[in-house]
């Protein structure tokens, strides 16, 4: 079905994206000096990183922070500055260099991310530094917003409504694009990956390490690829464990991840059943139908909640399909269904809407891109949702990030790394095939997913470098982990992947579930931690089997 504009508090629209995971921006050369007739970057790779305590909540006793300056436009690094936020845990042995990490999104904060999951990478720490950022646009580093007016795309049940006027929808979509355009300031031309990897190669100079150790995750394993194509001679050991597409377009991706989720909401429903206190009974089949008749049914009539929006059914496929990245949230998951079911309370269903990923190594409960503790309540919190930030270039404060940050950085970076903007005509022509493709892709996420279709109507194009560049890379060895039962990145795309960049990339098949396999199987876990600590590869082609999953 077509996507309707939703016009619902901020806390509740982080859930609505959808976990989109898409890359780029605009391609440029990686030329430190102007000799060459490039624009001069001297002084940006000059740089070293003062690190200090990190200041906000909760930040633990030993992750230490810093910064980086890098330009705003790298063909004109006059034009401005950004400055990006760091976080580290200092190596605890003989320090060789540091290993950069990204947790994926795109639109997660590395920072908070670090401080959330820090204590799973700590292996890591007996020969690296290990850190993460928050990239353009993102967190504290000059975030993007769409503002109080901004409306995540959102199936509602008046779908033939919107089939007989498809084009006030597109109305509203450019309404939304400009909003953000306004309230994000200067960076948001600059936004995407193809300028992240750039950012990422002064983040390794200014570290002091003359080649990149690398651990992306997701979308992560994106940006670790276009690094792998901009600056294969500075590439350290780099390691893309829940590989993303090269190619895909979003409707393919969308119809993709609708599927994969399909799958995964399956197998969660046969392991419910088989408990006697799964509110769907012990039947596998029907608790497929109750759940499509659920979802259907708040939709139609939506439960009130302490937010001051209501609870539709989209809400609650946005909040599974969270759940579903990993096996470990499935008990939680059957008692937030349960109390929904049995008493009408959304809190713990709720509490799965974290806004398109899951971090590896983050505990549950703790969402992505917002303090671990939750978001702050009172006037701090109404003026950033109000008001946005200044977007001056320096750090913003911890309390002026946007409450729709992780959001609306998600969107912009989709569509700056996506080429396609399909015409009004073209799109009122294919809503149809569109919306039968989906929903038979999954008749549960289907209505969800089509949206992404949508999000980027109003903006300007964005590259096509990642499509049309980004293959046979002449770099050392890249290790990419695909795991079977992924939901969100399908084994597929690593093979397809591993194709296109060539001999450089070695494939461990993880014949598991969940989305990403480093957090979850410890042959993932020890193979990706040799590789990265000792440069020992695993043969490609090999595999880790079930009985590794913790």
Known sequence: MPAKPSRRPAPRRR??????SVTLLCAGLPAAAADDGQPDLTRFYRQKVTWGRCEGMDMPEDLQC?????????????AGTLDLALARYRASGDRHGSVVLNFGGPGGSGV????????AYMDLTDRYDVVSFDPRGVGRSSPVSCGDAFQAAEFDDDTDEVLRDPRALLRQLREEAAACEKHSG??????????????????????????LNYLGFSYGTRLGAVYAKQFPDRVGRLALDGVDTLTEPLTEQGIAGARGQQTALEDFLDWCTRDVACPFGQDPRRAREDMLRLVRSLDRDPVPTDFGYEFTGQDLVGAIGQALYSKELWP???????????????????????????L????PGIPPGIPPNGPADGPADERRRETGPENDGGLADEEDVPLDNLAAALMAVNCADDPDRPTADQVERDLDRLRAAYEQASPVFGRYRLTEVLLCYGRPPGTDFIREQVRDVDSPKLLLVGTRGDPATPYRWTVQTARRLGPSAVVLDNRGDGHTGYGSSKCVHRKVDDFLLYGSLPPNGSSCGPEDQE
């Open 360 to 363: 590896p190594g983050i505990p």
């Open 186 to 211: 200067p960076v948001l031309p600059h936004i995407g990956t193809v300028n992240v990897s750039r950012d990422l190669d002064v983040i390794r100079q200014a570290l002091g390490d003359k080649k």
């Open 15 to 20: 859930a609505l994206i959808g976990a989109l």
């Open 112 to 119: 908070v991310g670090l401080a959330g999951s820090g204590r």
């Open 66 to 78: 810093g910064k980086v300056t890098v330009p705003l436009d790298y063909a004109r690094p006059r």
């Open 332 to 358: 939680s998951l059957e008692r937030a269904l349960a109390s929904l079911m049995e008493d009408g309370e959304t809190h713990r269903i709720e509490a799965f809407a974290t806004g398109g990923y899951l």
